[in-house]
């Protein structure tokens, strides 16, 4: 993370918020579409500087943000989950199902030919030959999102009856992962930016949204070797982390050429720092939650807490992501200033 003067507090509005507030959509066309996506990044910048600009958002005369996005539907749709996409939110890929017989026959593609990986190369084309420069990445999803997306939930189950047909499908969603990496980053320069703003881009960082959802023991088992894969194919390596890090925060610490972990709300931050060690950048998000329902005051209490656990705060930073429509404005507003006051570095 680049040296600041305070710990830095980011902020992330979801689309709901975007459409409701501007008629901006995150349908189909923002991600299939170059053009429209950097007309209407412009316009969120002018809307955030009109809105915000009094504590440092937005911009009021941006320059063109040549950004290539998908999200973490990308993988899955290659094999065939179909993505739903709607104007008030992130793209979502519906999983396969699939028996394990047909997950056992699935071969790596060459994803350079397949889509949509094939489109969003040509966007990346058009982009650098319209603005000399491509922003952003793919999103290579997680591990076990990907396992789950093929298989479905039956895989908590197959963790327990059938832990080789699971070592099997991890490992080749790990490649897939790998070759994805491996063909964007030469391109992009980055594998972080399609995961988290708050991770130096050029950090290859998997967001385990789903591992929340097993033990630590299990992530032990069917987690950590595979992030371990990962993280030797491609490093340095961060982890975005979504809900409470607490049960797996020790198996983390086991990963390789670790240098960046995010971690959501409910998360014992200061617990999580010293397992993890000083020089693990660390990522510490407040409760859209909160944010949307809690007062000012408590917000306040929420961003001061979250720094006073954060040490050292050279390498840490905050963010209030997920901010969905009616999110009180002066919400927003004190959790930066906040960050700017109780926040600052000696």
């Given at each position: 993370m680049t040296q600041a003067k305070q710990v830095p507090l980011g902020v992330g509005f979801y689309p709901d918020w975007w459409f409701k507030n501007y008629g901006i959509s995150f349908g189909r066309e923002y991600y299939y579409a170059s053009a429209y996506r950097?007309?209407?990044?412009?316009?969120?910048?002018?809307?955030?500087?009109?809105?915000?600009?009094?504590?440092?958002?937005?911009?009021?005369?941006?320059?063109?943000?040549?950004?290539?996005?998908?999200?973490?539907?990308?993988?899955?749709?290659?094999?065939?989950?179909?993505?739903?996409?709607?104007?008030?939110?992130?793209?979502?890929?519906?999983?396969?199902?699939?028996?394990?017989?047909?997950?056992?026959?699935?071969?790596?593609?060459?994803?350079?030919?397949?889509?949509?990986?094939?489109?969003?190369l040509a966007q990346m084309d058009d982009l650098k030959s319209t603005y000399g420069k491509v922003v952003g990445d793919l999103n290579v999803t997680g591990v076990q999102n990907l396992a789950?997306?093929?298989?479905?939930?039956?895989?908590?189950?197959?963790?327990?009856?059938?832990?080789?047909?699971?070592?099997?499908l991890l490992t080749f969603c790990s490649e897939c992962i790998i070759d994805l990496w491996q063909l964007v980053y030469p391109i992009t320069g980055t594998g972080a930016m399609d995961v988290t703003p708050m991770c130096d881009p050029s950090i290859f960082c998997v967001p385990n949204c789903t591992v929340e959802q097993i033990s630590g023991d299990t992530y032990a088992a069917f987690g950590l070797p595979y992030d371990n894969m990962l993280a030797e194919a491609c490093h340095p390596f961060g982890i975005h982390h979504c809900g409470s890090l607490n049960a797996v925060v020790e198996q983390y610490a086991k990963v390789k050429n670790l240098v960046f972990v995010e971690a959501g709300f409910g998360t014992d931050f200061a617990r999580a720092r010293r397992i993890l060690g000083p020089e693990v950048a660390f990522n510490a998000r407040i409760s859209p939650v909160l944010m949307k329902n809690g007062t000012p005051g408590e917000v306040e209490a929420a961003v001061k807490d979250a720094i006073d656990q954060g040490a050292p705060l050279h390498n840490y930073s905050i963010d209030i992501v997920g901010l969905t429509h009616g999110?009180?404005?002066?919400?927003?507003?004190?959790?930066?200033?906040?960050?700017?006051?109780?926040?600052k570095l000696d």
């Open positions: 950097v007309e209407a990044q412009a316009k969120m910048q002018k809307a955030l500087h009109e809105r915000f600009g009094d504590v440092g958002l937005g911009s009021p005369d941006p320059e063109p943000r040549p950004l290539i996005t998908f999200g973490m539907p990308l993988l899955p749709a290659v094999f065939g989950c179909e993505v739903v996409f709607e104007d008030a939110a992130v793209p979502w890929a519906n999983p396969a199902n699939l028996s394990k017989a047909a997950c056992d026959k699935l071969t790596r593609p060459d994803l350079s030919t397949v889509s949509p990986v094939k489109e969003m789950l997306k093929l298989r479905g939930e039956e895989l908590y189950i197959d963790y327990f009856e059938d832990p080789d047909f699971c070592h099997r999110v009180p404005d002066e919400n927003v507003r004190v959790a930066r200033k906040t960050a700017m006051t109780h926040g």
